[in-house]
């Protein structure tokens, strides 16, 4: 320990680069993977964390929710399934708010979900207040919308439509918007304001509980008719257009990065030991055991890749605090442990080739080379 | 400086470490960009394809030709506001499953349908016949030309005339066609959103002089119910985009702050290895300028040489990349300024060495070991 | 050329170096001069001054006291950057170890001194130079060849071509035979002499080596920073 830390004291620089190196590596793929989960959350956060274990599309809509239109036939076929427990209508629409408390007087474009059940459709769980119970009442997504507030749009023949926030869900966004979860009725409304010529509301997709299981349930829709489309929650949302690659890029990445850490923490030490196998050589040739210096060696190694972890972490910690643009990063201990323990793994198998460099030094040469 | 570069080609060996790790980064960062570019891609081909300077949006549409609408009379103020300076042309888009005629049902490709007045970028000048449809170069691997294509819930017909060229568009997953061609689509895949004979969904402006594209926006604006954004900020509006450009955008920034840092912790580590070497360069006179250039220009060399296996890597990687596995495309920009911000990473991470070396006392070539 | 016949002339010469709460004199009053065309050994333990002697007389260091003139040109007070320059254009080095650029030929290695800064001749001149040198120092057939590929006599002649390619008033030898074996030793003693005195080249030659004092034209005694004693040569050995 000694050994390691007087040589890491006379090469400040070049370790506190190396460590630099490794801290923003770390920062950089911790940070990534946060933010791919949350960009990835905010595109299929409605579809994920919503209750209906089974989402029924149009096929046409090629699993973009806002493109799906469930016709009267498509309906009947859901409801008349021997395989469908319940069954209720989605309805989805976009608005645009002329301001809301949160958006600082400026427009607030959001999505309105409608809903039959608060099984069949409703967010799963709230973090604060609760659903809607009345005419009007609407959940919100955490952060876009404030408990209590009221919103009102006017469609273009003139109607209004307000909404009272009553309760709030967290990583509930479709598509990266803000999303006012309410009950079905109220978003016909909204959908009748919005669009004043149509002469029928249809719903988006259908919301359904299998009676035995879902496999049966999917086999039997797509078999009832081509033009449903039906999915798990799961599978709704990873087959969201564009967030699947999204998630798949990003993985790709994490993997090169995570890579880079061990390539750069393991030739640094190999190039050092090269450097100073004279006075390794010397210290052999006075007594000292190979053990030793492998030890001295294993020490820098975990000074730099635990320094580097730990500030990289810190960094990460500190940047879940901030908000990105729209999205936020969320500090996730599990991540944060499996890294840890993979790049502390990499890191000292990196260190290997190091090691094996020091255990092959012959102290024999101290007396034979020296000096050209 | 010669004398730098005589050493990289002399003991390559010396510098392979520093290359072989920069070589990774580099790939990291153009790899990054080209996701980059491609998700963009995706999203903002169709905007970028279309003529003139600017897209007229009603401005309940929220920025969006989705929610926006503009029927016979507004668009004739609008022509009025642009008065002069420019020609107007009506578009629409409607995304929408097509499937093959005669295929299996359940394979629905996702396309845009894309109705336009005045011929975006690729396009003849006149518009297709009614039902006749031009196809996006990446539809060619899906689709043949003279094939009849059914859209949507209601099965529209329309022929696929043929391909365009890939260099001559920077659209995806587009089919154009006449206005009336989407409109007719429109009407029996999406009834409740039909639109009157006059109606459609946003407006080009193809204007004489560029230079005037903000007056003339502000004219636009300032007389009618519209948002008039150029096609710069309309692509920006899209959803998502913002948030994928600042994403990426600060990724590749730490990366290239890792590579600085790589570059100045390798060629810290080679300049202690040649300390006695420079100790005697300074003895025999050469100033320490001199000597810092050269390592300057090394590293610039190795960065170089790691960035241009990057570039090669990278364009590899968007030929052999099949189309629609990967959002991925190689924008020649992106890769260019790449290599710049490498070299410049280069410049500064070697920066590093140079009080070391400016340290170096000469008194210490003489006297032995 | 000199002014005045001497290649180098040390009056009153003294470094200090201040370390901690002492100080350490490493030369003392040092009186040195040394004649165009003089071969001077400098011989004394380890610690003597030695090294900083010829490091000052270099113009490698700055004295603390004292004056130094080479060839005439006091550089006692020069900058850095003056010196840097002076090094480059007014005297040559062998030094003991690192002698030469491993990556470079002989023939670059003699180049290298031109690479490094403007030393008022074009580059077609200092290569004609340079192969004229090697032609004398009977390195002709090994211009192209790197130092690995060259055997401690060959390598210690390049280096003495390398010091005198910028025809210098004076050149410091550091130890030149103490990496090599006996017979090699000889041969680069006499190597030394005879292009010293075949150009009218002054060297100052700080050796153990009993072999170049008995070749040099004096032998100066330093120990613990003064000079002790001068010894001449009895006679001019051939």
């Known amino acids: ?372 | 400086m010669r004398l730098a570069l005589r050493e990289l080609r002399r003991q390559p060996g010396r510098f392979a470490v520093a290359t072989v790790t920069l070589t990774l980064i580099a790939i990291l960062l153009m790899f990054l960009g080209g996701l980059l570019d491609g998700l963009l891609q995706s999203a903002t081909g169709a905007y970028r394809a279309q003529p003139g300077q600017l897209i007229v949006y009603s401005d309940t549409a929220n920025d969006t030709l989705a929610g926006s609408r503009i029927d016979g009379d507004l668009r004739v103020q609008v022509e009025d506001a642009v008065g002069g300076a420019g020609v107007v042309g009506g578009i629409g888009e409607l995304t929408l499953g097509a499937r093959v005629d005669g295929g299996d049902e359940r394979e629905l490709e996702s396309v845009a349908l894309r109705g336009y007045e005045i011929a975006p970028a690729g396009l003849p000048d006149a518009a297709p016949a009614l039902r006749e449809v031009w196809a996006d170069p990446d539809l060619a691997e899906t689709y043949e030309a003279g094939q009849t294509l059914l859209l949507g819930p209601g099965r529209s017909e329309v022929t696929v005339a043929g391909f365009l060229d890939d260099s001559a568009t920077p659209s995806l997953g587009g089919l154009w066609a006449s206005l009336d061609t989407w409109r007719a689509v429109l009407a029996e895949s999406r009834p409740g959103s039909a639109m009157g004979e006059e109606t459609v969904q946003g407006l080009v402006v193809v204007l004489e002089d560029e230079a005037a594209a903000a007056d003339v926006a502000a004219a636009i604006d300032g007389a009618n119910p519209t948002r008039t954004l150029t096609i710069d900020d309309a692509v920006l509006a899209i959803p998502g985009v913002e948030a994928q450009n600042s994403t990426f955008g600060q990724i590749i920034g730490v990366t290239l702050a890792i590579a600085l840092v790589v570059v100045a912790l390798f060629f810290a580590l080679l300049t202690v290895e040649r300390l006695s070497l420079y100790a005697v360069l300074k003895a025999m006179g050469a100033k320490t300028r001199t000597i810092f250039a050269g390592v300057v220009v090394q590293a610039l060399a190795v960065t170089l040489i790691a960035a241009a296996i990057g570039v090669a890597m990278t364009i590899g990687a968007g030929q052999s990349i099949p189309a629609g596995s990967l959002p991925f495309a190689v924008e020649p920009a992106r890769l260019a300024i790449s290599v710049g911000f490498m070299a410049l990473a280069a410049v500064v991470g070697s920066a590093f060495s140079l009080r070391r070396v400016a340290r170096i006392d000469p008194a210490e070539a003489i006297g032995g070991n | 050329m000199s002014k005045d016949g001497f290649a180098l002339q040390m009056q009153g010469v003294r470094k200090v170096y201040p370390m901690a709460d002492q100080e350490v004199v490493a030369l003392d009053g040092i009186e040195m001069d040394v004649a165009e065309d003089e071969i001077v050994a400098l011989v004394g333990p380890s610690g003597s001054g030695k090294t900083t002697l010829c490091t000052i007389a270099g113009g490698i260091l700055t004295p603390t006291d004292g004056r130094v003139r080479v060839g005439g040109e006091d550089i006692t007070d020069y900058s850095a950057k003056k010196l840097t320059e002076f090094r480059r254009t007014r005297v040559g080095f062998v030094f003991q170890a690192v002698n030469l650029v491993p990556f470079l030929t002989a023939r670059e290695n003699l180049l290298v001194v031109d690479e490094l800064g403007p030393t008022g001749r074009s580059r077609s001149d200092a290569r004609r130079r340079a192969d004229q040198l090697l032609e004398e120092l009977g390195l002709a057939d090994r211009a192209n060849n790197l130092p690995g590929q060259l055997s401690g006599g060959q390598k210690q002649r390049v280096a003495i071509g390398r010091a005198l390619m910028n025809s210098p008033e004076l050149v410091m030898f550091d130890e030149p035979t103490s990496a090599l074996d006996s017979k090699l030793g000889d041969q680069v003693v006499h190597l030394i002499r005879d292009e010293m005195k075949q150009r009218g080249t002054s060297a100052i030659i700080v050796t153990h080596d009993e072999r170049i004092t008995h070749y040099a034209d004096r032998t100066v005694h330093i120990t613990d920073g003064r000079i002790t004693d001068h010894e001449y040569a009895a006679a001019a050995v051939g």
């Open chain 1, 1 to 372: 320990m000694f050994l390691a830390a007087k040589e890491m004291h006379r090469g400040k620089v070049k370790f506190a680069l190396l460590l630099v190196a490794v801290s923003l590596l770390v920062f950089l793929i911790l940070v990534q993977q946060a933010l791919s989960r949350a960009l990835v959350t905010s595109f299929i956060g409605a579809i994920e964390n919503q209750s209906a274990p089974v989402l029924v599309y149009a096929t046409d809509a090629l699993r973009a929710p806002q493109g799906s239109v469930i016709t009267p036939p498509m309906e009947e076929l859901v409801t008349a399934s021997p395989e469908v427990a319940e069954a209720g209508r989605i309805g989805i629409l976009s608005v645009t708010f002329p301001t809301s408390a949160l958006a600082e007087g400026e427009e607030l474009s959001a999505v309105v979900w409608g809903y039959e059940e608060e099984a069949l459709g409703a967010p799963a769980d709230l973090s604060a207040g609760a659903y809607p119970a009345a005419a009007g009442e609407a959940v919100g997504t955490a952060g876009d919308f404030e408990l209590g507030e009221t919103l009102a749009f006017e469609g273009p023949g003139g109607d209004t439509v307000t909404f009272d926030v009553v309760g709030l869900a967290e990583d509930s966004q479709l598509a990266v918007q803000p999303t006012l979860f309410v009950d079905y009725a109220d978003f016909e409304d909204a959908a009748l304001a919005a669009n004043p010529t149509a002469m029928a509301v249809l719903p988006s997709l259908m919301a359904v509980a299998p009676a035995t299981t879902e496999a049966a349930l999917i086999s039997d829709l797509r078999a009832a008719s081509v033009d449903l489309d039906p999915l798990t929650r799961a599978d709704a949302a990873s087959e969201f257009p564009g967030a699947g690659q999204v998630e798949q890029s990003f993985l790709i990445i994490l993997g090169l990065y995570g890579f880079v850490v061990p390539l750069v923490t393991g030739l640094f030490f190999l190039i050092i030991t090269f450097q100073k196998t004279r006075a390794l050589t010397l210290l052999r040739a006075v007594g000292a055991r190979s053990g030793v210096l492998v030890r001295a060696l294993l020490w820098q190694v975990a000074f730099i890749l635990g320094g580097g972890i730990a500030v990289g972490v810190g960094l990460y910690a500190l940047t879940s605090l901030v908000e990105i643009g729209q999205l936020t990063i969320v500090f996730d201990w599990g991540m944060v442990a499996f890294w840890t323990a993979l790049l502390g793994v990499l890191g000292v198998l990196s260190a290997l080739a190091s090691i094996r460099r020091v255990l092959a030094i012959d102290p024999v040469e101290a007396t034979t080379g020296g000096g050209h």
